[in-house]
């Protein structure tokens, strides 16, 4: 039903004239976005222009160049018939621009008899046909999920919305019918409703205002595509156009599939079409074999009309021409330049155009080019940022950036207004003196998030991330400063690590994000491992005086006239703030600032007010293990109870537990205590007593570590059973278990606030009176037990014991533990033992 | 000129596109006022241009058939995120367990470890949902089975019962119905379950520990003859009798996160593909039968174990050569071809409502997590073997489908939590309904196993000339490589040819005759040209049938 919706939808907004892509400007000269920003309407012919042009039309494909300027290239041109509609490749091929407003590929059937265009038109299609489409395999994992063709399950308001917003409308327009979630100003209009005035107004009172960008023109994409070759396209559009110049941003397929969905639905007049896919398991599409004689002929016209120069194929050699500096740029020499030239590419450019390539390569003939893309690394950086459009989204050098229009459509997922910073891609200004150059190549490689509340997404450029990085490095390095990033200092004392931790509650926690953590409602750039990024001069100098170095910048001054708005730490000393707070950040085992701590407790800490809280959760060992309950008490006395082994395994007071771990992490780490007086208690649990008199503690869960005491027998026949637990009225555990013959209950409750008060009840011990050889007897292990006057039991770790009135106990002190032993008979009320330490 | 009935058509279809396309809204706005003669000559334009999609019948869509109804769905953090948190100031509904009570509510266990009773959860649409903290401090309970009058659930140590002694809707007694196996700590170490078979056992099944830290297997025991090492019972389903004895079954899970029995009663379970397990599958669980990977063969020799111990496993083989080599290896009812049928098969629910979840009583229907979708299978037994045939049935859910239950007039509670992997849709957990709408979809409802090719049986009546011609489907077989590699690619694919295609006289069958079948293969079929007596095509034209047993004669 979607796609006859669509096309529907395609027929409305083609009969009322308002599609937003109808509403382009159709391009009749080629259309280079960089040129039409910054060049196209410029009244003096410019060299660098015609470098840009030069390159982004191909031109050195046919004409070499000494100075090496390399041509952008061609897309892969390996089974576009399997891509692309067949009808659409032979309409694109007698006339590309009426194809694709503004294309760059010259039109080339003009160098032949017009009697001729049938047939050759016949056997390139046929040509260009006979290869399988290449396409990237789509792996799906667990991490990636791929729908069985998936395609053709995009959604059309989703994928407007991606649209949108991942940064797409940076480069192709805007749909008016798409209204941004909020619109937030930029800094820069609200500098200027500050004025009183709008936009528009600017260049009627003659000052500079920010230039409209014109959206580079897409093809009709329901004539050229079908949605899965659209799909696979936006997924990895380098396959097909390796020169980078359509990006990719990283789209999942379905994303890819939505974005697919949505350009059909607003641009076509006919619902989509599978393409004719020559492949394997073609199930509904049988295609004719086409005669080979043809596909032979396409392929000689492939080579007669110099294809190969920009679409590279097997076993066809380029076919050069004049050298660049040997060409007469005149429109009336009958080269390239001239439309009417019936031997040579017809390109249609624009006179400016004409005049800035003249320029250009006039500039050739003197042997003194005043521009040289390989001079400088400057020249380096502008020119590639202009072939790769970097411009549409980054300023540099005051040059460049989001387009005025654009603006409402750059924006962070909650909306929150923090700046231009907060939502635009960021300017480039002196970003070699910024960040290292391993930083800036992952970047530009669309890895390295560190502003992951950002909807735009950093593009993929993998091919130019390394020459950029470096020009990038090259053209801002100031001399003064160290290259490389500032190794993270290991030495920084912990003082220093403190001083650095709580400058970060007093500043940075206000925006910024530290291993993940923020504060919440907090979006800001992630600050962890800084020094990997960042040179540590240049992060000297923001923090002493940002607005130097960043103009409009919300990040606050901390150091006016250089002195440090924290007198108290450090002195206030602003270098060793500076020093402090670069090694905190750089730490790898530091806690986290105490905010953030504290804030992620709000959420996760358990505290136990009115009623005990249980949580079953796996502790480390030797504390209460996999099998664990912790319990925290009202009274901040907590405990945890090993299930497994059936023993109080560890006590403690104060804090009871962050349960974020138990609760939310795929890894399921062991729950640590949290507060004070921590006390592990030695694995034992119960005994029983031979016929020699000799004691013998049950072996509850056969871990070897019981094994310590040598000369102990281990008693293995006895079943022991966890049996769950009963929640009393006051919210306290009744923990149930069975021991052999014996049934038993423990309940284990604070005792005056000074410690725990455990009781233990036997329900059942089978029959008759027990004999003494029949007894249970709770076993507390520790390396030293001592005795004194009033029958408290004393241990090395600072625990004092006592049982109940008329409790039988004993101690057994031997290498290398000693036991202290309860009798466990069956009187009513149980055996009472008192924890307190 | 043109009538304006056809202008009306036009306009009626535009109004029943979603609000939510903001284009359609704004032309169909601006279109309604214009003057009648624009209006006219719009029209004209319109009904020219559109004649080739208007003569089209409309693309039937799974909606039309099954509605999402959304009780409670949450957006939380990246479902991978290191420090993962819930949404803000809401319930972390990461619904892991659910369990109809009655007319009115649902018990549903979430991932932190709570229990919730919700009710009024039949509400359509559901704006008076209460929720009731019934049980907390569980950890990961995976499962939960009205039992007895009282709830069971699974935690990642021991089976539970979850007892209201003094009815105040608060659970106040947490009984340990069976515990024992190993828990060395791992975070993969998950526990599904309980689910009851006929004769009452309750079954369950353990994950394997994935990458266990030294001290995790200081907890774990090896089987040095096949160098494995897992805790006691991992990868192997069990069960706990009626007399509450717990008992090892059956081996060689790596990921089973879902269980369901069969109307008869049989128990089944789901694996997910990974080592060992080429991709997702479907089994009958029963004793002595050993599914996919190797280090669950660790517990092979203790006591208890019902798998005789072997010597080596083959690594690399095709799966009908592993069958031949390892007697113990059983091949699955179904295999589940990897993203045509979901990336990671999760819970099991059979419909048993008898017709008031559609056409498709007694089928089994299987959770999707990745794909944030539901699958559907028939299953025949041939030589008292299970095989059969799954379907694509309904994609679209907000997130990870982890756990289905059929509640009140068959429909289907789907719980959701993508946390710690990936899946499609909008949203991180919750919990959402699945409702037959009382239209009968054009599937095909069973595909079985003949002779010399298969049966199709579909929900309504086919048209005769479109199912009767061979072109109009299309029928490839493949298997799959067994190997300690993660996942397979397809292996030996051929195409069959299709020799007839004969419709039964009411039009509901369609009898293929095959050319060489292939046993232990999964066939799959696509029969894209069928269309019903009223034209329709197939809403999932694809069917994927494990042909385990080729039957001796026609049934």
Known sequence: MRFHFTSILGLSVFALGLSFFDCQLFAEHPFVASYERFYATKDEPDELAGHVLISELNCTACHPMEAGLPSKGGPVITGSGNRFHREWIRSYLSSPRQSKSGSTMPHLMHQLPESEHDAVLDALVAFLSNDPAVEPPIVATGANPVAHEFWLKGQVDRGQSMYHQVGCVACHAIDDAFQPAKKTESDLERKIAALGLEIDELEEMGLAAPKKVKPVPMSRISDKYSLRSLSMFLIAPHVIRPAGRMPSLKLQPHEAADIAAYLFASQTHSKPRNVEEKSRLNKSVEIASVDQSLIDAGRQYFEKLSCANCHPIAGIKPKMSKAMKDLTPSPDSGGCLNDSSIKTPRFGLSSEQIADITKMIESLKRKQPTFDSKKTASNQVTLTMLQLNCFACHERDGKGGVGPDQWAYFENVQQVDIGDEGRMPPPLDHVGRKLTRDWIQKVIEGKGEVRPHFLARMPIYADHSKALATAFVSADRIESLTTSAAKPNNQASQAILNAGRELFDSGCVQCHAFRGESLPGTIGIELADVGTRIHREWFEAFLRNPAGLKKNTRMPTFFPDGKSAVPQILDGNATRQIESLWAYLNAKDQPLPLKLEQSSAQSFELFPTDRPILLRTFMDSPSAGTHAIAVGLPQQIHFAFDTKRLRLAEIWKGRFLNAQGTWFDRFAPSATPLGTNRITLPQASFALFDQDGHFRLVDIASEKSLGKASEMQLENNLKQTFLGYRIDVNGSPIFRYSIGRFLIEDCIQAHDDRGLERRLKILTSGDGELKEQEKLWLVIADDAIEVDQSETISTRSKLSLRAGDGVETRVVQQQPVNYWMVALDDRVNGIEVVYQW | ?555
Request: aromatic share 10%; charged share 20%.
């Open chain 2, 1 to 555: 000129m043109v009538k304006l009935k056809e202008f009306d058509l036009v306009s009626v279809a535009l109004e029943r596109l979603p609000t939510s396309l903001g284009i359609c809204s704004f032309r169909v706005t601006s279109v309604l006022p214009l003057s009648s003669f624009v209006v006219m000559l719009i029209a004209a334009i319109l009904c020219c241009a559109s004649h080739c999609a208007l003569a089209e019948p409309a693309k039937p869509q799974e909606s039309d058939y099954y509605r999402i109804i959304t009780i409670a769905t949450s957006q939380a953090s990246d479902s991978r995120a290191k420090n993962w948190k819930p949404a803000p100031d809401s319930l972390a509904l990461e619904a892991s367990g659910l369990a109809a009570i009655d007319d009115s509510r649902l018990a549903v266990a979430i991932r932190k470890g709570e229990v919730w009773i919700l009710s009024n959860v039949y509400d359509d649409p559901p704006a008076k949902v209460t929720y009731h903290r019934f049980a907390s401090g569980l950890h990961e309970p995976l499962g939960l089975l009205l039992h007895n009058g009282s709830l069971l659930t699974m935690q990642r140590t021991e089976m539970t019962r979850l007892v209201d002694h003094d009815r105040d809707n608060t659970c106040d007694e947490y009984e340990t119905v069976a515990t024992g196996w190993g828990v060395t700590g791992n975070y993969h170490e998950y526990a599904f379950g309980p689910e009851a078979d006929r004769a009452g056992n309750l079954w369950m099944t353990l994950n394997l520990g994935l990458g266990l830290k030294n001290e995790q297997k200081s907890l774990a025991i090896t089987n040095s003859k096949l160098n494995v090492t897992q805790g006691l019972w991992r990868g192997w389903g069990l069960l706990v009798t009626p007399d509450g004895e717990l008992k090892p079954m059956c081996a060689g899970m790596r990921s089973p996160s879902g269980l369901g029995a069969n109307l008869e009663g049989d128990m089944f379970y789901t694996d997910q593909q990974g080592n060992w397990v080429a991709t997702n599958s479907l089994h009958q669980l029963r004793s002595g039968a050993f599914y996919h990977h190797p280090d669950s063969l660790a517990s092979v020799e203790k006591s208890g174990s019902t798998i005789n111990p072997i010597d080596e496993i083959p690594d690399g083989v095709s799966f009908p050569e592993a069958i031949k080599k390892l007697s113990i290896l059983k091949p699955p009812a179904v295999w589940l071809p990897y993203k045509k049928v979901g990336q990671s098969a999760t819970d099991i629910m059979v419909d048993g409502s008898d017709g008031k979840f559609g056409p498709f009583s007694g089928q089994l229907f299987v959770g999707e997590f990745t794909q944030s979708s539901i699958n559907r299978v028939f299953l025949e037994k041939i030589d008292g073997g299970y095989q059969g045939v799954c379907f694509p049935f309904r994609e679209g859910f907000a997130s990870a489908v982890l756990r289905l239950e059929q509640g009140k007039e068959g429909s289907v509670f789907v719980g959701l939590s993508n946390r710690g992997w990936s899946s499609l849709g909008p949203a991180s957990y919750g919990l959402q309904r699945l409702v037959w709408t009382q239209k009968i979809p054009f599937e095909i409802k069973e595909m079985r196993a003949q002779p010399d090719g298969f049966e199709l049986v579909f929900t309504k009546p086919v048209q005769h000339d479109s199912a009767s011609k061979i072109g109009s489907y299309y029928l490839t077989s493949h298997t799959y490589r067994y190997h300690s590699q993660y996942g397979s690619e397809e292996l030996q694919e051929q195409p069959h040819t299709i020799k007839s295609a004969e419709v039964s006289e009411d039009g509901l069958r369609v009898r293929l005759r095959i050319e060489s079948l292939r046993e232990l293969f999964v066939h799959s079929l696509d029969a894209k040209g069928v269309r019903s007596a009223d034209d329709e095509p197939l809403l999932h034209s694809d069917a994927y049938y494990t042909l385990n047993k080729i039957p001796a004669s026609d049934r």
